[in-house]
């Protein structure tokens, strides 16, 4: 007796990656929903599971939002135990913004998974700074120790960091820059399982500006793990707070009080440019530091001010053009080495991962058209004479 054909059930979007998909893009259920030419309601109930799309109508959602029609069908990845996001200016980046980069940071995960599963990463490599034994507050002077610390323990000496992003790589940080489509957000930073994530805005092409958002959300990582809720967040005096210690730690990480203290030895805007271009910090970062190290007095601080609003560089800055900004490469490099070493192809990392080319591109730096298929071709040899 044959064997029974098992039938096929016709496949249904499930409503979570609908929901997901949306948000990735930054659209409201009204502004999808208008897209679409469906009601709101339409979109809710898709979102809810309560309908299903018509082909038509899902044929648009595709094109709208710019998704692969796998990424709808397919089931919802565990979800791995993540610590909130630290958004740097969180009170000034709108919802929707917060939205669309938590998503991406679902997605970045998923590229580091299946690259994992051929490659060995770098162990991560940071101290453990017991943050409970400084009590409620870390005052100025624990901030600069603990950034010593971090220094010492990754052998970095008193200098400039030449590369403060492929320092975070090596670290086991996993960085990622690609664009926030908000110029009011620079970074944020997570724990997701056991392994720290760092997410640069490629918005602003300033170099200085790329290190110190860097450091920044380290400071995060490593100081304010006790925070557990977007909750304590919300809370102004909270978030005023830990912004502040970031900051510090940034300042005192890049520009070691000890070291950086000795070569300011003028007040003149020609000297802080030279000290810009060893340091590869902003002028305005290294006059906050002199403020805060008491390096210059209250008027010398105050003529620094008044120099840099005169000559109109506060907002863009000499050598802004010419230091080239730091990219991550962990990545693109994982990436690039499967395909190089035929571990894995274009289709089977697309399969996988569940997005189009062009999004996994930019989340990990690679050069537009690098998951593009390469089978168009039909490779023929002549042949050799007989």
Same mark, same amino acid.
């Given at each position: 007796?044959?064997?029974?054909?098992?039938?096929?059930?016709?496949?249904?979007?499930?409503?979570?990656?609908?929901?997901? @998909?949306?948000?990735?893009?930054? +659209?409201?259920?009204?502004? +999808?929903?208008?897209?679409?030419?469906?009601?709101?309601?339409?979109?809710?109930?898709?979102?809810?599971?309560?309908?299903?799309?018509?082909?038509?109508?899902?044929?648009? =959602?595709?094109?709208?939002?710019?998704?692969?029609?796998?990424? &709808?069908? !397919?089931?919802?990845?565990?979800?791995?135990?993540?610590?909130?996001?630290?958004?740097?200016?969180?009170?000034?980046?709108?919802?929707?913004?917060?939205?669309?980069?938590?998503? %991406?940071?679902?997605?970045?995960?998923?590229?580091?998974? *299946?690259?994992?599963?051929?490659?060995?990463?770098?162990?991560? !490599?940071?101290?453990?700074?017991?943050? /409970?034994?400084?009590?409620?507050?870390?005052?100025?002077?624990?901030?600069?120790?603990?950034?010593?610390?971090?220094?010492?323990?990754?052998? +970095?000496?008193?200098?400039? =960091?030449?590369?403060?992003?492929?320092?975070?790589?090596?670290?086991?940080?996993?960085?990622? %820059?690609?664009?926030?489509?908000?110029?009011?957000?620079?970074?944020?930073?997570?724990?997701?399982?056991?392994?720290?994530?760092i997410f640069l805005s490629s918005d602003k092409e300033s170099a200085v500006r790329t290190r110190f958002d860097a450091a920044h959300e380290l400071a995060h990582l490593l100081l304010h793990t006790w925070i557990d809720g977007e909750?304590?967040?919300? !809370?102004?005096?909270?978030?005023?707070?830990?912004?502040?210690?970031?900051? %510090?730690? @940034?300042?005192?990480?890049?520009?070691?009080?000890? /070291?950086?203290?000795?070569?300011?030895?003028?007040?003149?805007?020609?000297? &802080?440019?030279?000290?810009?271009?060893?340091?590869?910090?902003?002028?305005?970062?290294?006059?906050? %530091?002199?403020?805060?190290?008491?390096?210059?007095?209250? !008027?010398? =601080?105050? *003529?620094?001010?008044?120099?840099?609003?005169?000559?109109? *560089?506060?907002?863009?800055?000499?050598?802004?053009?010419?230091?080239?900004?730091?990219?991550?490469?962990? +990545?693109?490099?994982?990436?690039?080495?499967?395909?190089?070493?035929?571990?894995?192809?274009?289709?089977? =990392?697309?399969?996988?991962?569940?997005?189009?080319?062009?999004d996994i591109e930019a989340l990990c730096g690679l050069p537009s058209g690098t998951l593009e298929s390469k089978s168009k071709v039909i490779p023929l040899r002549f042949k050799k004479h007989q």
């Open positions: 007796m044959a064997d029974k054909i098992r039938p096929y059930r016709l496949t249904r979007i499930i409503p979570e990656r609908l929901r997901e @998909a949306r948000l990735a893009r930054g +659209l409201t259920i009204a502004e +999808l929903a208008e897209h679409i030419e469906v009601t709101r309601q339409s979109v809710s109930q898709y979102e809810l599971g309560q309908s299903s799309p018509s082909g038509e109508v899902l044929a648009r =959602i595709i094109k709208v939002l710019n998704f692969p029609l796998d990424y &709808f069908c !397919n089931p919802l990845d565990k979800e791995t135990p993540a610590s909130v996001t630290f958004f740097r200016s969180l009170s000034s980046a709108t919802k929707r913004s917060r939205e669309m980069i938590k998503q %991406r940071e679902k997605w970045v995960e998923k590229i580091f998974i *299946y690259a994992q599963k051929y490659l060995d990463f770098p162990e991560v !490599n940071l101290p453990v700074i017991n943050v /409970s034994a400084y009590g409620e507050k870390i005052d100025d002077d624990q901030i600069e120790r603990i950034a010593e610390t971090v220094r010492k323990h990754w052998g +970095l000496g008193q200098g400039p =960091i030449s590369d403060v992003i492929l320092l975070l790589e090596k670290q086991g940080i996993i960085v990622t %820059r690609f664009s926030f489509e908000d110029l009011k957000m620079d970074a944020c930073s997570q724990w997701r399982g056991n392994r720290p994530f909750e304590q967040l919300a !809370n102004k005096k909270v978030l005023n707070r830990i912004e502040k210690e970031a900051n %510090r730690f @940034a300042g005192a990480f890049l520009l070691p009080r000890d /070291s950086f203290s000795k070569e300011v030895i003028s007040t003149s805007l020609e000297h &802080f440019v030279s000290l810009k271009r060893r340091w590869k910090v902003s002028i305005q970062a290294m006059i906050h %530091r002199c403020e805060e190290l008491g390096i210059l007095t209250e !008027n010398q =601080i105050l *003529y620094l001010w008044k120099q840099l609003n005169r000559l109109g *560089y506060k907002k863009r800055e000499p050598l802004d053009d010419e230091l080239e900004p730091e990219n991550p490469r962990i +990545l693109r490099q994982a990436i690039i080495m499967l395909l190089e070493n035929k571990v894995s192809t274009v289709g089977e =990392i697309l399969d996988f991962i569940k997005l189009l080319p062009p």
